[in-house]
Protein backbone atom coordinates (compact mmCIF):
# COMPACT_ATOMS: atom_id res chain seq x y z
CA UNK A 1 0.00 0.00 0.00
CA UNK A 2 1.23 3.28 -1.04
CA UNK A 3 0.13 6.80 0.55
CA UNK A 4 0.15 9.81 -1.25
CA UNK A 5 -0.01 13.10 0.88
CA UNK A 6 -0.60 16.34 -1.41
CA UNK A 7 0.14 19.38 -0.59
CA UNK A 8 0.74 23.54 -1.57
CA UNK A 9 -2.60 24.44 -3.08
CA UNK A 10 -4.22 27.34 -2.56
CA UNK A 11 -5.90 30.90 -3.62
CA UNK A 12 -4.10 32.71 -6.19
CA UNK A 13 -4.39 35.38 -8.96
CA UNK A 14 -4.06 34.84 -12.21
CA UNK A 15 -0.53 35.27 -13.45
CA UNK A 16 0.86 33.46 -9.75
CA UNK A 17 2.35 30.82 -9.28
CA UNK A 18 2.57 28.35 -6.54
CA UNK A 19 4.30 24.96 -6.00
CA UNK A 20 2.39 21.69 -5.43
CA UNK A 21 4.52 18.80 -3.37
CA UNK A 22 3.54 15.38 -2.86
CA UNK A 23 5.31 13.04 -0.62
CA UNK A 24 4.77 9.55 -1.02
CA UNK A 25 5.22 6.39 1.48
CA UNK A 26 6.87 3.23 0.59
CA UNK A 27 9.73 1.54 -1.89
CA UNK A 28 8.48 1.89 -4.88
CA UNK A 29 8.71 5.44 -5.69
CA UNK A 30 12.24 5.63 -7.53
CA UNK A 31 11.06 3.03 -9.63
CA UNK A 32 7.99 4.32 -11.31
CA UNK A 33 6.88 7.13 -13.28
CA UNK A 34 5.15 9.74 -11.18
CA UNK A 35 2.31 12.11 -12.59
CA UNK A 36 0.06 15.12 -11.60
CA UNK A 37 -3.34 14.71 -12.31
CA UNK A 38 -6.06 17.38 -11.62
CA UNK A 39 -10.32 17.24 -12.10
CA UNK A 40 -11.86 20.60 -12.30
CA UNK A 41 -15.62 21.32 -11.44
CA UNK A 42 -17.59 19.11 -13.88
CA UNK A 43 -14.75 17.95 -15.76
CA UNK A 44 -12.88 14.71 -15.81
CA UNK A 45 -9.64 13.43 -14.38
CA UNK A 46 -6.54 14.73 -16.42
CA UNK A 47 -3.07 14.25 -16.32
CA UNK A 48 -0.95 17.21 -17.04
CA UNK A 49 2.24 16.70 -16.43
CA UNK A 50 4.92 13.17 -16.51
CA UNK A 51 7.59 12.70 -15.24
CA UNK A 52 9.58 9.11 -15.72
CA UNK A 53 12.56 7.40 -13.51
CA UNK A 54 15.25 8.93 -15.53
CA UNK A 55 13.76 12.68 -15.29
CA UNK A 56 12.03 12.94 -18.82
CA UNK A 57 8.96 14.93 -18.59
CA UNK A 58 6.01 15.15 -20.71
CA UNK A 59 2.98 17.67 -20.28
CA UNK A 60 -0.43 18.44 -21.24
CA UNK A 61 -0.72 21.11 -24.28
CA UNK A 62 -2.92 23.22 -21.64
CA UNK A 63 -0.08 23.60 -19.20
CA UNK A 64 3.34 23.29 -21.58
CA UNK A 65 5.63 25.74 -20.87
CA UNK A 66 3.87 27.17 -17.49
CA UNK A 67 4.29 24.20 -15.40
CA UNK A 68 7.57 21.86 -14.33
CA UNK A 69 7.02 18.53 -13.07
CA UNK A 70 10.46 17.34 -10.90
CA UNK A 71 10.67 14.57 -8.51
CA UNK A 72 12.89 14.19 -5.73
CA UNK A 73 13.87 10.29 -4.81
CA UNK A 74 15.99 10.54 -1.89
CA UNK A 75 12.88 12.52 -0.04
CA UNK A 76 9.85 10.23 -2.21
CA UNK A 77 8.50 13.62 -3.18
CA UNK A 78 7.12 14.82 -6.50
CA UNK A 79 7.09 18.46 -7.30
CA UNK A 80 4.80 20.92 -10.11
CA UNK A 81 5.74 24.02 -10.58
CA UNK A 82 2.99 26.24 -11.88
CA UNK A 83 3.58 29.63 -13.43
CA UNK A 84 1.36 31.90 -15.37
CA UNK A 85 -1.69 30.52 -13.68
CA UNK A 86 -4.75 31.17 -15.28
CA UNK A 87 -8.90 31.02 -14.04
CA UNK A 88 -8.92 27.54 -16.28
CA UNK A 89 -6.33 25.69 -13.96
CA UNK A 90 -9.02 26.02 -10.68
CA UNK A 91 -9.36 22.24 -9.97
CA UNK A 92 -7.73 19.78 -7.37
CA UNK A 93 -4.79 18.90 -8.22
CA UNK A 94 -3.30 14.82 -7.33
CA UNK A 95 -0.19 12.91 -7.54
CA UNK A 96 0.16 9.03 -8.89
CA UNK A 97 2.04 6.44 -9.40
CA UNK A 98 1.40 5.65 -12.60
CA UNK A 99 0.27 2.72 -13.50
CA UNK A 100 -0.83 2.09 -9.71
CA UNK A 101 -4.32 2.95 -8.38
CA UNK A 102 -3.18 4.66 -5.48
CA UNK A 103 -4.57 8.18 -4.98
CA UNK A 104 -3.80 11.03 -2.22
CA UNK A 105 -6.97 13.50 -0.84
CA UNK A 106 -5.63 16.05 -3.50
CA UNK A 107 -4.38 19.46 -3.10
CA UNK A 108 -7.14 22.46 -3.66
CA UNK A 109 -5.81 25.16 -6.47
CA UNK A 110 -8.29 28.39 -7.03
CA UNK A 111 -6.94 31.30 -9.57
CA UNK A 112 -9.39 33.79 -9.53
CA UNK A 113 -9.21 37.44 -9.15
Known amino acids: QVQLVESGGGLVQPGGSLRLSCEAS????????LGWFRQGPGKQRELVAR???????NYADSVKGRFAISRDNAKNTVYLQMNSLKPEDTAVYYCNLIGYNFWGQGTQVTVSP
Open 26 to 33: GRIFRFVD
Open 51 to 57: IGTAGST
